[in-house]
């Protein structure tokens, strides 16, 4: 006689699991308090204040440039143009120098931060390592020069005796280093894994070979943020194009509107009629303005999501 075990009753386990099934689930999500939900409020209120008494100010250049005379004399230019004219844009964009001035900004700008940017971030990566010999004397010198300088005599004789004079050079040389971006690089390379690098060279990279195919390529917030201090710096420049360069031709778009903003360059020269000469002088500081800055804040949007992490460097440690 074969006996045969009593299978178990899984009855009540299904009635269970349907039950766990069908319990309906509590929200985990947490609520913000009353003071959090104030303290966001207010700061999105700042925020939108800040962000306003920003825009005012260029907002109020654009509309001076594109607005008449009478009504800039008058105070009653905000943000909106009154008198519509385009007289001052007619008169500066219609002449050959300053297009040639334009191209030679953009020329400059472009091999200083590009010469800039070679300096600066070889040096930085060197001074970021600690079993570098002599690392605090180059540190030392590097912040030394960035209270104290030769003065401009003594500059001007050294630039004119290099013979640099009326030559690229004399722009993009000088200041081809900025103390400041050097400390900010220097301090990003600190806090660069060295487990990486450790990896690279067991795998037969040199030091060059590091910086370039495994650093560099996991800089990039820094990098694109150097660029753009360095391209706002070059692109802004004007005092020494107008310390070193004496032929109109070679002048930075800088130097050309400072001219015409000071009355070195007149509306006769410009090719204008005496006539207007007073439309220019009311609104002529509004459009150099805008002539200067219009490529940088074009630029800005393309490096912002770089920018953002970028200023952020230094606050995580490893």
């Not at 008058?74 to 334009?102: C, H, K, Q």
């Not at 060295?194 to 067991?202: K, P, V």
């Not at 996991?218 to 150097?226: D, E, G, R």
């Not at 107008?242 to 009355?263: C, K, M, S, W």
Request: glycine share 6%; proline share 4%; hydrophobic share 50%.
């Amino acid at each position: 006689m074969v006996s045969t075990a009593a299978e178990p009753d899984t009855e009540p386990q299904k009635d269970k699991d349907v039950a766990f099934e069908t319990r309906p689930t509590r929200s985990t999500k947490i609520k913000d308090s009353t003071s959090y939900t104030a303290f966001r409020v207010f700061n999105g209120i700042a925020i939108i204040l800040v962000c306003a008494v920003t825009l005012y100010p260029f907002l109020n250049i654009v509309a001076e440039s594109f607005s008449g005379e009478g009504y800039i004399r008058a105070g009653m230019v905000n943000i909106i143009p009154r008198g519509f004219n385009l007289t001052t844009f007619e008169v500066v964009m219609s002449d050959p120098m300053f297009w040639r001035n334009y191209a030679n900004t953009v020329i400059y700008t472009v091999v200083a931060t590009v010469i800039a940017m070679i300096l600066t971030t070889t040096f930085a990566y060197a001074l970021s390592k600690k079993h570098l010999k002599g690392r605090t004397f180059f540190i030392g010198v590097a912040v030394f020069t960035m209270f104290f300088n030769g003065g401009l005599i003594p500059n001007y004789v050294l630039i004119n005796s290099l013979g640099m004079t009326n030559t690229i050079w004399a722009i993009v040389i000088p200041n081809a280093i900025s103390i400041f971006n050097l400390l900010v690089m220097k301090a990003f390379f600190e806090n660069f894994s060295t487990e990486l690098e450790e990896a690279a060279a067991i795998d037969g990279l040199t030091t060059y070979g590091i910086l370039w195919r495994v650093v560099i390529p996991l800089s990039k917030a820094v990098i694109a943020t150097m660029v753009l201090f360095y391209a706002v710096q070059f692109w802004n420049s004007w005092f020494q194009a107008f310390l070193y360069l004496d032929r109109r031709e070679l002048y930075p778009v800088t130097v050309y509107l400072r001219n015409l903003l000071a009355g070195a360059t007149g509306t006769q020269d410009l090719g204008g009629d005496p006539g207007e000469s007073t439309q220019i002088a009311a609104n002529v500081r509004a459009v150099t303005m805008l002539l200067t800055t219009l490529p940088i804040i074009c630029l800005y949007p393309f490096l912002q999501k770089y920018f953002v992490r970028g200023i952020m460097l230094g606050s995580v440690k490893q």
